[in-house]
């Protein structure tokens, strides 16, 4: 049973600490997405790439946020520095973009997310 | 530009009732239309998904829900629900045709089943 991986799972750090979340999309997946969840704001996209390219981070803060595809396995979202405000549910999501052929076309299938807390 | 809204921020349910989420969207093109259930503590887990062909469309857990283009809407419905069925719901729309695969989330639904 194919599913997204994240690591860590949860991570408490102290306000000005880089913060570096991981997430593993499922094989064969061309589109990976970055979400932030709080109560007060729900779910935000903050990143988007389709074959590792990306293609839209409006959605992130742009001098502290920084989210890269190293390689097909392996999508990062990175926080230097942190601050309290970040906290929040980080979940990744992977997907077959609608130009791939497929029953799973445009469905996105997400991770289980990382709890981070910044003191 | 797309928007999702689900009116209701709580649904109430009595265990064995019918339930529905609803959902309405706004889209310039042919909408793909999705259905998430967040369970706590958990990611989104993918329940169905309208793109084209009947309008009934059946998913897991024995949620179906009904796309009708000219009411703009895409309700969640279940003919009994289950305790287990208490979750956040999340209604989400793409825009078939469009430039990106993003997905335009709303603001999810708390579905209660009371015993």
């Known amino acids: 049973d194919a599913r997204v991986t994240q690591t860590p799972r949860h991570k408490v750090t102290e306000m000005g600490q880089e913060v570096t979340m991981r997430c593993q999309p499922i094989?064969?997946?061309?589109?990976v997405f970055w979400y932030r969840q709080t109560m007060m704001q729900g779910l935000e996209l903050l990143a988007y790439?389709?074959?590792?390219?990306?293609?839209?981070d409006s959605g992130m803060p742009k001098d502290r946020f920084s989210a890269e595809m190293p390689d097909a396995t392996l999508a990062t979202l990175k926080i230097q520095p942190s601050e309290p405000r970040d906290s929040a549910v980080y979940f990744c999501?992977?997907?077959?973009?609608?130009?791939?052929?497929?029953?799973?076309?445009?469905?996105?299938?997400f991770g289980p997310g990382t709890r981070l807390l910044v003191l | 530009a797309q928007s999702v809204a689900q009116p209701e921020d709580q649904v109430n349910v009595a265990e064995g009732n019918p339930l529905t989420v609803k959902c309405t969207y706004s889209?310039?093109?042919?909408?793909?239309l999705f259905w998430y259930v967040q369970y706590p503590n958990r990611g989104l887990q993918f329940l169905l998904k309208?793109?084209?062909?009947?309008?009934l469309v059946k998913g897991s857990y024995g949620f179906e829900a009904e796309f009708n283009k000219s009411q703009t809407s895409f309700h969640l419905k279940k003919p009994s629900a289950l305790v287990s069925d208490s979750a956040l719901y999340f209604c989400?729309?793409?825009?078939?045709?469009?430039?990106?695969?993003?997905?335009?989330f709303g603001t999810g639904t708390l579905l209660a089943v009371q015993p």
């Open positions: 999501a992977s997907g077959l973009g609608l130009g791939r052929a497929g029953k799973g076309q445009g469905t996105q299938y």
């Open positions: 309208y793109i084209t062909g009947d309008n």
């Open positions: 989400a729309v793409m825009n078939y045709g469009g430039a990106t695969n993003k997905l335009i």
């Open positions: 889209v310039s093109g042919n909408p793909y």
């Open positions: 790439f389709r074959n590792r390219a990306p293609l839209d």
């Open positions: 094989l064969g997946h061309n589109t």
